[in-house]
């Protein structure tokens, strides 16, 4: 049994903010943030847009590449740290937008390596055989959860969702198109260098600590990168280990558009040439757990990506959180 991507899909909000933008709203310039991190614009929803919306139109897309309809889904999986309420799942709400009547749905909370989390957690459900179609987004809206005063943080976040429907394929060829391996890992240690202080239940939400700008993302963004890049090596080189594949045979890197140097960082130690690295993080941003599966349908729909292709997917985020995947499409 292999577990194979049929369809791909992404949806970005309309309405972009550049650099330039971020001039006129804190201490900043279009040169610094260029430098540093590789962005040049970013998505955000309007007023009254959902992150379910955003799900539901990759999801969509998705499942018309696929040309699977929503009934014939067994499972929605969506990987988010900006859920539209803690309760119910942001899953549950795509299960009604989409009308997938047959379908089970909940979140996977594992920040930029969320849609990894899912991805494996869907090959999981089907090599077991328990379930033949599963369609896995990573989405977030993180210009909710944004506080734009903040210079080291607001020009690096950005909205969208992308989605895969993944499905089962009778074959006794363990080499044919599928998600051949996957590794996550976490190190909850470390949770304080990424995360939101307050909204949960230890420290719900009080007139002073959203005064004191706690209800949005801090990081400590060095300590970040320097993690970042050596684990997401390290995973990367796990996931080819499982099915004995090499950085050689890498026809496509999709690494989590965190920043430009990150991504820099891990295809040098890889040795994996430029031309073979995915990158978009110019026109998005960081959009946290749906950066690898729009970067994913991106290269799809433009036929970069060929049949027989070893394409490896990496990220790391919020938790600590990491992962990496690698797909022969
Ligand atoms: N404009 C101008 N100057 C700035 C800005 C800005 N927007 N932001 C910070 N600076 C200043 C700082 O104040 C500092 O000034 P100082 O030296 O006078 O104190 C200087 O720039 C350098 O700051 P650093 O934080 O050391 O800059 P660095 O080179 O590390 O770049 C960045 C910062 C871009 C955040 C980088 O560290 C990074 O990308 N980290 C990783 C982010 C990431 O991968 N996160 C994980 C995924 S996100 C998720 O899970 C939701």
Redesign the pocket.
């Known amino acids: 049994m292999n577990a194979v991507i049929r369809g791909t899909g992404a949806c970005t909000p309309e309405k972009v903010l550049t650099n330039a933008d971020f001039e006129k709203m804190?201490?900043?310039?279009d040169d610094?943030?260029v430098s540093?991190?590789g962005i040049k614009e970013r998505r955000v929803v309007s007023s009254g847009e959902s992150n379910s919306d955003l799900c539901f139109k990759a999801g969509q897309n998705a499942l018309e590449m696929a040309n699977i309809s929503a009934e014939d889904l067994d499972m929605i999986i969506v990987g988010t740290?900006t859920p539209d309420y803690y309760l119910p799942s942001t899953a549950a709400l795509v299960q009604d937008k989409l009308k997938a009547l047959n379908s089970a749905a909940f979140d996977v909370v594992a920040?930029?390596a969320g849609f990894l989390h899912g991805l494996s957690i869907a090959r999981g459900f089907i090599l077991n055989g328990n379930v033949k179609r599963v369609l896995v987004i990573g989405s977030e809206v993180l210009s909710r959860i944004t506080d734009y005063t903040d210079?080291?943080t607001c020009?690096?976040f950005g909205d969208g969702a992308g989605a895969v429907v993944v499905e089962a394929e009778e074959t006794g060829d363990q080499n044919g198109s599928g998600l051949l391996s996957s590794y996550l890992r976490a190190d909850g240690s470390k949770k304080e260098l990424?995360w939101i202080p307050i909204g949960g239940s230890t420290n719900p939400i009080t007139p002073h600590n959203v005064e004191a700008r706690e209800r949005y993302?801090m990081?400590s963004?060095?300590e970040?990168?320097k993690l970042?890049v050596r684990a997401m090596c390290d995973a990367a080189l796990r996931a080819l280990d499982q099915v004995g594949i090499n950085t050689e045979q890498i026809s496509w890197l999709i690494p989590h558009q965190?920043?430009i140097r990150?991504i820099e960082g891990v295809a040098r130690r890889l040795k994996i040439p430029d031309r073979k690295v995915y990158l978009n993080i110019e026109k998005y941003g960081?959009t946290?757990a749906a950066s690898v599966p729009i970067a994913l349908d991106e290269a799809n729909r433009k036929g970069m990506l060929k049949k027989g292709d070893y394409i490896l997917m990496v990220a790391?985020?919020?938790g600590l959180t990491w992962g990496a995947s690698l797909v022969r499409w």
Request: with cysteine.
């Open positions: 804190v201490d900043t310039s610094w943030i540093r991190t740290v920040a930029c210079r080291s020009v690096l990424l993302i990081m963004g060095n970040i990168y970042a965190a920043n990150i960081n946290s790391f985020g919020g």
